[in-house]
């Protein structure tokens, strides 16, 4: 199994490295239009959600407890070196994300109200009815990760915060578990009954909130220990080129670490956040693929990093479980208890709004493949997958959770290494409307 899943790591790694090339380094030419794309808000029209819905809706279903406790295990499992593969696995994972939310829009079924698209959508129609078996098996990755993955993760995360927390407070702990997940479930349940467009109107809402005070929370704790920060990003670099079990300069437990927890935080590769952007009201796949861009930056170069940060910079010994490490890092500034309330707190936050974003993904797929009438029924599967998953085995949740994952990438990225042609067209068109526009806007006016 681990080594199923270094290879995939290193497979979608090498897919985003291809397409970097590809597309001519499209994400670092254009980083700043990525970055300021999600603050020029689209018009609500037509038959789908807005463009800034439907990122805030696939970062709701990134950003989750990899940013917190799989960045605070990369550490302990390989030391600080493993962030800075972490940032390389973001910086060529963002070539993916472009690549899949170009080709989703592209290929998207518009007769359906938001649109409807993704992978087994650009597989069928992209590359051919012939493919149409490569379509369904990522139909069918797609439907085991909601349930088998994310439901069961993501409410087991809840339930063993809610069970930490009670313990802290000095509360009865035994049935906190269980109804944690019963509440999760109900709560859900709330959000996606309304479809797609009240998911994203939700995650529109709820994600940059998350985002913006967990990072706040970072940022003290890093502006307290702000003379260690040198140190920090010393210790990162040094590590990744840990003369000690090297190969070639490179530390190959960091270089590992770090790619597989990158490429399973941002989700480059896995083509889940193509579904969500495909149901987007933008015309343009290209303007679209720029909030891919800023997606993946905002998951592994922001959010990761200010995890990492925190832990290096308080001082605190690297030791115990990933959670317990941040927990400590944390507590340095705002105390054991602040900090544990601040945790359950964003975990909780972490955890829910990657449930609502992956039970869109889990719908679409469920409908390519069955049809949209056994809908109501399907759904209902992903909401009684949710207590189950608060008293599952920890370690059970979370191994199904990366193997549905990386089989999810699998089909995906043959599709996209197959269809990077046309991606490449889409983009150059787009840099020669993009020049043409500049032009025209630099041209000096002429008296009549």
């Known amino acids: 199994m681990e080594l199923f899943k270094t290879a995939m790591a290193y497979l979608m790694l090498g897919a985003g490295a291809f397409l970097t090339a590809r597309l001519g380094f499209f994400q670092f030419t254009h980083l700043i239009p990525a970055l300021r794309a999600p603050f020029l808000r689209g018009k609500k029209r037509g038959g789908g959600v807005t463009a800034f819905q439907a990122m805030a809706t696939a970062l709701g279903g990134s950003i989750g407890t990899a940013n917190i406790a799989g960045v605070a295990g990369a550490i302990l499992l390989a030391g600080p070196g493993a962030v800075f593969w972490m940032w390389i696995a973001g910086l060529l994972g963002m070539a993916a994300k472009l690549a899949e939310i170009v080709l989703a829009v592209k290929y998207r079924d518009s007769s359906s109200q938001p649109p409807a698209g993704g992978p087994m959508h650009y597989i069928e129609r992209g590359l051919g009815r012939s493919f149409r078996p490569l379509a369904k098996a ?112 490179v530390s190959l437990a960091a270089l590992r670490v770090g790619v597989a927890r ?144 990386y089989l999810m990438a699998l089909p995906n990225i043959i599709a996209l290494a197959l269809l990077s042609g046309e991606v490449k067209k889409l983009v150059r068109e787009y840099g020669r409307f993009e020049g043409a526009g500049k032009a025209l806007r630099k041209k000096p006016k002429t008296r009549d």
């Open 138 to 249: 990522y139909a069918l990755f797609g439907v085991l990760a909601g349930l088998l993955g994310t439901a069961l993760v993501q409410s087991n995360t809840i339930a063993q915060a809610a069970f930490t927390s009670a313990a802290d407070f000095g509360l009865e702990s035994r049935a906190a578990a269980p109804l944690a997940g019963l509440l999760t479930a109900a709560l859900t349940g709330a959000v996606i009954m309304g479809g797609a467009r009240r998911i994203g109107s939700f995650s529109a809402k709820a994600v940059p909130f998350m985002a913006g005070a967990y990072a706040l929370c970072a940022f003290a704790v890093i502006f307290a220990n702000l003379s260690r920060l040198p140190e920090a990003f010393r210790a990162i670099i040094k590590g990744a080129f840990e003369p000690r079990g090297a190969f070639c300069g």
């Open 262 to 405: 990158g490429v399973y935080s941002n989700e480059a590769g896995v083509g889940s956040a193509a579904i969500a952007h495909a149901g987007s009201n933008e015309t343009d796949p290209v303007k679209q693929g720029l909030l891919g861009i800023f997606e993946v930056f905002a998951d592994t170069i922001v959010t990761c990093t200010l995890t990492a940060l925190v832990i290096l910079t308080s001082g605190v010994p690297l030791s115990g479980s990933g959670m317990e490490l941040a927990g400590s890092a944390f507590a340095s500034v705002f105390g054991a208890g602040g900090a544990g309330l601040l945790l359950s707190i964003a975990v909780l936050l972490f955890a829910f709004t990657s449930l609502i974003g992956w039970d869109l993904y889990y719908e679409r797929c469920a409908e390519y493949l069955f049809g949209p009438r056994p809908m109501p029924c399907l759904r209902l599967l992903f909401l009684l997958c949710i207590p189950i998953g608060a008293v599952t085995e920890a370690g059970l949740a979370w191994m199904l959770g990366e193997l549905m994952n």
